[in-house]
């Protein structure tokens, strides 16, 4: 179980995949918290499901809860609710109980952050609304139980758009919502048939190989259906992902049993915290990554590192790389510290003594001599390449260049296949390699 100083480290890698754009949303029923008539934070669908049972006069035992798909399933096994009943029940709950709800603040936190999917289990579209509160651009689409189709066009690529998709349907197209357990089983099935029109998006689970880092806020993860559903979304990308399990307070723990099994299955991490403390971590780390020149805890940094490029035309680049670096426990030095210390080289060459992580940042304008007399030294950089000697010299090719042979062939040439990190819109993915490699170096330095 990861103690204290793992905790942040990993809050702090999260938050920055999340500033990245790398990280997919799941929001599960214990995610939507609203205030009951006694004033204490439930799940909307457990108050849904309190509904149905006062519907239907259905008593409950002392050991049975107001879950919404065990309410379902119960009431449809006794025969006392249809299938389309269920639907429009449920649909007409909604419809009244969004309008003057007091939502739980974490919902606006979490749409104060980057997640480029948002992966709904409810029947509510309410994170829309905290969406449209700061007018972030989104796309929403649902998966339509009884009329499923293969017209889903988002493109990952080109669009800034959020995508918001309601996994087991939304409550203004009632047919489209999943209930039951019986419906839930029928429902994985469909999603992993050979009927194209009946499976999910194509375009949506391809994705999650290039989202690796996946949130999962306020699930049970004792539930049965968890186990089917996450093995059809991740049939193809088990090995890309690392997903992350956060429950809501006072909840039933997972057991020991259900951890192995997930984690063995899905790299699934449980980390000891609840729903809520993670999502006020997270915004205090991820608010971190923007100050300058600050390590991301209170830890004294475990290397310096300074980036060597044409100051005239590439600092862009530079803020950009310097912005990601500090996600890592990194002191960073950029050419804007060289003001008013003399002979550019000679600063350039007393830095290099004092940093273990050297990053010239390759472009035309880097090896234009008259503009930038760092390229004079590239050669002899290279030469002092000794990482086990914690001196690290890794050349970014930022911007297309033609490069020596000399160079091109170099091993420690980033990003590996020399891909421009800028102008080929490969930032999201080549940033997050470079800097992941860069802090399994760093973290295994002595400590200064």
């Known amino acids: 179980m ?6 942040t480290e990993m809050y702090q890698t999260i938050a920055r995949k999340v500033k990245d754009g790398n990280c997919v949303l799941f929001l599960g029923p214990g995610a939507i918290l609203v205030k009951d008539e006694n004033q204490n934070w439930k799940p909307l669908t457990d108050l849904c499901g309190k509904f149905l049972a006062q519907k239907y006069k259905l008593e409950l035992g002392s050991d049975e809860t107001f879950e919404l798909t065990y309410i379902c399933s ?31 603040p974490l919902l606006a936190q979490l749409t104060d952050l980057k997640f480029k999917i948002i992966i709904n289990t409810t029947p509510d579209n309410i994170i829309t609304y905290f969406l449209d509160e700061i007018a972030t ?29 309601n996994l087991f349907g939304y409550y203004e197209k009632s047919e489209s919502l999943v209930l039951t357990y019986k419906n839930q089983l029928a429902y ?33 993860f004792e539930d049965w259906n968890l186990r089917l559903l996450l093995d059809t979304l991740y049939k193809n990308v088990r ?14 723990e997972t057991g020991p049993d259900t ?15 609840d729903l809520e403390t993670f999502v006020n971590e997270l915004i205090k780390q991820y608010k971190n990554l923007d100050q300058p020149n600050l390590t991301s805890n209170s830890e004294p940094a475990r290397a310096n590192a300074l980036l060597l490029y044409n100051e005239g035309t590439d600092q862009d680049g530079a803020d950009l790389l310097a ?28 830095m290099i003594s ?44 930022l911007k297309a260049v033609n490069l020596s042979p000399n160079l091109e062939n170099l091993d420690m040439l980033r990003p590996i296949d020399r891909v421009p990190l800028l102008g080929a819109g490969q930032e999201l993915k080549y940033l997050p390699e470079i800097i992941d490699g860069l802090k399994r170096y760093v973290d295994k330095l002595p400590r200064k």
Not at 259 to 272: A, I, L, N, T
Not at 343 to 350: E, I, K
Request: aromatic residues 14%.
């Open 74 to 104: 119960l009431l449809r096994t006794r025969g006392l609710s249809s299938d389309n009943m269920l639907q429009d029940d449920v649909s007409n709950f909604y419809k009244k109980y969004l309008d003057g709800s007091q939502f739980h």
């Open 259 to 273: 951890r192995v099994f997930f984690q063995g299955e899905f790299s699934m991490q449980f980390p000891p915290v």
């Open 323 to 350: 912005k990601h670096l500090r996600s890592i426990n990194l002191q960073v030095f950029t050419m804007k510290d060289a003001v008013g210390k003399g002979d550019l080289v000679q600063w350039a060459l007393g």
């Open 188 to 220: 994985i099935k469909k999603i992993v048939g050979e009927q194209q029109n009946e499976r999910l998006p194509d375009a949506l689970t391809n994705a999650f190989k290039d989202f690796r880092y996946h949130l999962f806020l306020g699930f049970d």
């Open 2 to 7: 990861p103690n204290g100083s793992n905790l």
């Open 137 to 165: 651009l989104y796309d929403t689409d649902c998966y339509n139980y009884y009329k499923p189709a293969s017209n889903f066009s988002f493109s990952f690529d080109k669009t800034p758009k959020v995508l918001v998709y």
């Open 239 to 252: 090995e890309n992902i690392q997903p992350y399990a956060y429950p809501i307070k006072g909840e039933r």
């Open 354 to 397: 004092q940093c273990q992580v050297i990053l010239p940042l390759l472009s035309v304008d880097f090896f234009d001599e008259n503009a930038n007399p760092i390229a004079a030294i590239l050669t002899d950089l290279i030469a002092r390449h000794n990482p086990r000697q914690q001196l690290l010299v890794m050349p970014i090719l």
